[in-house]
Nanobody, 115 residues
Framework: QVQLVESGGGLVQPGGSLRLSCAAS????????MSWYRQAPGKERELVAA?????????SYAESVKGRFTISRDNAKKMVYLQMNSLKLEDTAVYYC???????WGQGTQVTVSS
């Protein structure tokens, strides 16, 4: 079955960086556009970034992270990444990766930005 395992979260100071990873299995990864979502306490889950099926393909970002976050993928390793720079307090959330072709969610990884 579809499995998505996120990792790389943690506690970081404002202005810091983190790189999130998502290991995918149970489906043909190279045929699936992938996305990162996040959910902050008391808020709805929101789309952060998306990438098309090609590792050099199109990407899109929420306005709130544009210029600070970069999504990438490695189809050979079945991995998708989210490089997060210049982190802000409001980036604190649980981050999830998701395949555009399936409804499954992983357990997420907590990112906490705090001084």
């Amino acid at each position: 079955q579809v499995q998505l395992v996120e990792s790389g979260g943690g506690l970081v100071q404002p202005g810091g960086s983190l790189r999130l990873s998502c290991a995918a299995s149970g489906f043909v990864f190279s045929f699936s556009p992938m996305s990162w979502y996040r959910q902050a306490p008391g808020k709805e889950r929101e789309l952060v970034a998306a990438i098309s099926i090609s590792s050099g393909g199109g990407t899109s970002y929420a306005e709130s992270v544009k210029g600070r976050f970069t999504i990438s993928r490695d189809n050979a390793k079945k991995m998708v990444y989210l490089q997060m720079n210049s982190l802000k307090l409001e980036d604190t959330a649980v981050y999830y990766c998701k395949s555009a072709n399936f409804g499954s969610w992983g357990q997420g990884t907590q990112v906490t930005v705090s001084s």
